[in-house]
């Protein structure tokens, strides 16, 4: 059968058209192969691991003895099992910190694992990480600290020589790696070689980064360097695990160097008119510290912590660079892996099903009408196809055809980025009953962008870009309904009496019971904080209304209501009281006078005492966390006669929790919790939270 002559014209305005429509101009700067590729990973673990875990300590000063360094269980194929389960897809090793010691066995240093306990001088953690990392097909990454505590010839030039020297040794010895990491931190007191001083160097120059550099390009010519100021990957300008919403690929590099940062707003920003494609890295611990320190096992960041960190790195144009601080044992500890295991099924969930994918779509312009071009291509799940529109047209809109009423709460889109990152504005718009609603207005897109929003209930989506710096490409569009977080509420109340109850998500009903019964939606709901007056426990739970999912429930004993309590003393010391007595595992009381320290507090009646609890200070390092104490009860504030309790807060160093003891009953208004010790010897003691055990 011949063709009909409609399809043949048809045919031919397409050829031609496809023939004619020449590829959109790129956008300058634009990124490198390498750091394309990098782009495409998105997510991998920093591991702090070294002479530090040993020491407890997150800098040391370079004069720690290898005998220190001895892992009992090191295991790195544990390290790349748990990053590879959570969805990452590289690691980099801290192969040496600032103190100078080697993780791997340098030809020269004798300050490395050759001369330490583990594997009796035979071991070699770079390799393996380096084998691990291959085994799990994961991408292997070295952390060099620049900066070298324990080198005598820290500061001259004879240690730029060695320096470079172990970066090659890194850099020939363990296969491919993907990324070398230079931190900013440099010069400033350590042990070098005994000398015991400060030294400074001049960040500018002392490294001769250029030099340096091209001993990476030369020995691994697909890694990217990562430093304050790139040359390839920039830092984000914190350590809390986010970059600003708005944020360009784009710096002027020039304007920044390792170590010198002037402006840390251009870091977590980006430049519009940077020179260089210089894109962001969110390096993030998941505890506290970068390094381990036993006394922050229950401070492994929780799963909406986690996911708030996703969202405003990855989902907010960087990559995230997620530390776990290796245990003594060598491996990544069973809170931390829990917590990112959790992180991962999260996203898992968020991303499962794209409501974009194969729905009818369409673009107020397409680039000289050509398929190439054509709208479908936001939506192929292709990163290599994208709609483009006419050089002319840089405001244009992608509308997605839902079919039926769909709620949705996650929009992703990605632009292809080969040609630049070109967009400066838009919006994303839903058809809810028939009418247009904006839901978000929003600035650069990038690689890419993903909003969380409030459930919407929509039969279309769409976006549009309002402002770019030239024709939109839009390599993918994806809309998604997330589930509710729904992790347990956490339950607080004040010193009024006043019981605050709150969900780890917005949009989600909470009900609670204080007669011990479980809490359902037919319990009290929960609009406001309420008074609770007397002793009793709280159970909460957090419900989605939406699908009547439920969370795991919350409960929280509360002894009598701490109304009429009063903390006696100087007025320094009552300014901040409150802060013992707010519920709030954050504020604290630090009270500073030579040692031992008393903390009076009046009940306000005369009540029977059975025990009292404790919450140390939860700031890093321990602050003022009693250790001996004697604890005391009065009548009259004047005759304490002997401790009613007396002993040590065993293990609170390492694991300040909240501490309980009881006794017998002893019949009192006024009670004292005297300090006798701190853990680290500090003349302020502190109390983060203050309570009585009551029969
Ligand atoms: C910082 C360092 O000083 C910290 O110890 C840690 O290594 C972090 C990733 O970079 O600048």
Redesign the pocket.
């Known amino acids: 059968m011949k063709p009909t002559f409609p399809i043949l014209l048809f045919l031919t305005v397409l050829f031609t058209a496809c023939r004619h429509t020449p590829p959109p101009a790129p956008c300058g700067p634009l990124p490198s192969e390498r750091q394309l590729a990098w782009h495409q990973l998105e997510f991998y673990a920093?591991i702090?691991f070294n002479m530090n875990t040993f020491t407890n300590m997150?800098?040391g000063m370079g004069s720690e003895k290898p005998e220190l360094f001895n892992p009992t269980e090191l295991d790195c194929r544990q390290w790349a099992r748990v990053c590879k389960e959570a969805g990452m897809k590289g690691i980099i090793l801290?192969a040496k910190?600032?103190d100078g010691f080697c993780l791997w066995p340098s030809a020269y240093t004798e300050h490395s694992v050759k001369n330490s306990p583990w594997k009796a001088g035979k071991g070699d953690v770079v390799r393996e990480l380096a084998e691990a990392c291959k085994e799990y097909g994961l991408k292997f990454g070295v952390y060099l600290s620049p900066w070298d505590r324990n080198h005598a010839d820290y500061g001259k030039p004879e240690y730029i020589t060695y320096f470079r020297n172990q970066l090659r040794e890194l850099l020939t010895n363990y296969g491919e790696v993907f990324e070398v990491w230079f931190?900013?931190?440099n010069g400033g007191t350590g042990w070098y070689g005994g000398a015991n001083e400060e030294r400074r160097i001049d960040r500018t120059t002392y490294y001769d980064w250029e030099n340096t550099y091209k001993i990476v390009r030369e020995l691994q010519p697909g890694a990217v360097l990562f430093s304050d100021a790139g040359p390839d990957i920039r830092w984000v300008g914190n350590?809390e695990g986010w970059a600003r919403p708005t944020n360009w690929c784009l710096l002027k590099r020039d304007d920044f160097a390792p170590g010198v940062v002037d402006n840390l707003e251009h870091l977590r920003a980006g430049q519009e008119d940077g020179t260089h494609w210089l894109p962001a890295e969110v390096?993030v611990s998941i505890r506290p510290g970068?390094y381990y320190h036993p006394a922050e096992d229950h401070r492994v960041k929780t799963l909406p912590q986690l996911l708030d960190i996703y969202y405003h790195s990855v989902g907010r144009n960087a990559s995230l660079l997620l530390n776990f601080p290796v245990d003594t044992r060598g491996l990544i500890h069973e809170n931390d892996a829990e917590q990112v295991l959790k992180l991962a099924a999260a996203l898992k969930a968020d991303f499962a099903t794209d409501l974009a994918a194969r729905k009818p779509v369409s673009a107020s312009n397409v680039r000289g009408n050509a398929r190439k071009y054509q709208a479908q291509n936001a939506t192929d799940h292709n990163p290599d196809t994208y709609w483009a529109t006419d050089d002319s047209v840089r405001q244009a809109s992608f509308t997605i055809d839902l079919q039926q009423p769909t709620p949705f709460n996650r929009f992703l889109v990605q632009e292809y980025i080969p040609l630049g990152q070109r967009i400066k504005k838009f919006r994303v718009e839903a058809m809810v009953d028939g009418a247009w609603q904006t839901v978000a207005e929003e600035t650069t897109v990038g690689y890419k962008r993903i909003l969380r929003l409030p459930t919407v209930t929509a039969t279309q989506v769409r976006f549009t870009v309002d402002e770019a710096k030239a024709c939109p490409l839009i390599a993918n569009i994806q809309v998604f309904l997330a589930p509710k977080v729904l992790e347990s509420p956490v339950i607080t109340r004040n010193q009024q009496g006043m019981v605050t109850i709150s969900a780890f998500d917005d949009g989600l009903d909470l009900y609670y019971t204080t007669d011990n019964s479980e809490p359902n939606p037919s319990a009290e709901k929960y609009d406001s904080s309420f008074l609770l007056n007397l002793k009793t426990t709280v159970n909460a739970i957090a419900v989605d209304p939406r699908t009547g999912q439920k969370s795991p429930v919350a409960s929280c004993f509360f002894d009598i209501p701490k109304t009429s309590w009063s903390l006696l003393g100087d007025p320094g010391k009552m300014a901040q009281a409150a802060a013992i007595f707010d519920g709030n595992a954050s504020t604290a009381l630090l009270i500073s006078q030579p040692l031992p320290a008393d903390f009076v507090i009046d009940l306000g009646e005369t009540l029977p005492v059975t025990g009292f609890s404790y919450l140390p200070p939860q700031g890093r390092g321990n602050p003022g966390t009693i250790f001996n104490y004697e604890f005391y009860v009065s009548s009259d504030n004047r005759n304490w006669g002997k401790p009613v309790a007396a002993g040590e807060f065993a293990n609170i160093q390492n694991s300040p929790v909240l501490q309980e003891v009881k006794f017998g009953p002893v019949t009192g208004r006024f009670v004292k919790l005297r300090a006798l010790s701190t853990v680290s010897g500090q003349q302020h003691a502190g109390i983060a939270e203050f309570d009585i055990i009551t029969p």
């Open positions: 920093f702090h997150e800098w801290t910190h600032h931190d900013g931190a350590e390096d970068w």
